[in-house]
């Protein structure tokens, strides 16, 4: 990378920047394709509710990074974390923010929306927040039909 054939190793350069993954998370990565293990832990709040967490690890912008260098082993552990720490007040706005990009994390966010959340997805509110998301209406529909699924009318 640093060879005088790249454009990042021209002119005698001695640094790379990596404008895409926060300082923090590299270091965590970096630790983990060096040592094998994952060393720390980033906080439980996710980056989506909180955007001052932007610049701090956390596991949203380590499944992110984890995903772009394809480092599977990491990647695992981040959905899992993510994952287990969702709750009712993240599980909305993670899925507008994050989850609907990637499969593994979509289907299972929509599935514990519709078993805790489908009242908050009902709200105009939440309507309105998310009716110019790229993907908005879709995803209110996949809400309310995995909703319909496992409780039926309860909620009609």
Same mark, same amino acid.
């Given at each position: 990378?640093?060879?005088?054939?790249?454009?990042?190793?021209?002119?005698?350069?001695?640094?790379?920047?990596?404008?895409?993954?926060?300082?923090?998370?590299?270091?965590?990565?970096l630790n983990f394709l060096?040592?094998?293990?994952?060393?720390?832990?980033?906080?439980?709040?996710?980056?989506?509710?909180?955007?001052?967490?932007?610049?701090?690890?956390? =596991?949203?912008?380590?499944?992110?990074?984890?995903?772009?260098?394809?480092?599977?082993?990491?990647?695992?552990?981040?959905?899992?974390?993510?994952?287990?720490?969702?709750?009712?007040?993240?599980?909305?706005?993670?899925?507008? =923010?994050?989850?609907?990009?990637?499969?593994?994390?979509?289907?299972?966010?929509?599935?514990?929306?519709?078993?805790?959340?489908?009242?908050?997805?009902?709200?105009?509110?939440?309507?309105?927040?998310?009716?110019?998301?790229?993907?908005?209406?879709?995803?209110?529909?996949?809400?309310?039909?995995?909703?319909?699924?496992?409780?039926?009318?309860?909620?009609?």
């Amino acid at each position: 990378m640093f060879s005088k054939d790249l454009t990042e190793g021209g002119s005698g350069k001695t640094e790379f920047r990596i404008r895409d993954i926060n300082r923090s998370t590299f270091l965590q990565m970096l630790n983990f394709l060096y040592m094998g293990e994952f060393d720390g832990s980033p906080p439980a709040i996710l980056e989506s509710n909180n955007p001052d967490m932007a610049k701090e690890s956390t =596991w949203e912008g380590l499944y992110l990074a984890v995903h772009r260098y394809r480092i599977d082993d990491l990647r695992k552990q981040a959905l899992d974390k993510i994952l287990g720490h969702l709750d009712k007040s993240d599980a909305v706005a993670l899925l507008f =923010w994050l989850a609907y990009l990637f499969e593994e994390l979509r289907g299972p966010v929509i599935k514990h929306i519709a078993q805790v959340c489908h009242v908050e997805i009902a709200k105009k509110e939440t309507h309105n927040i998310y009716k110019d998301h790229l993907e908005g209406s879709e995803l209110l529909v996949e809400l309310f039909d995995a909703h319909r699924n496992l409780c039926g009318n309860c909620c009609a």
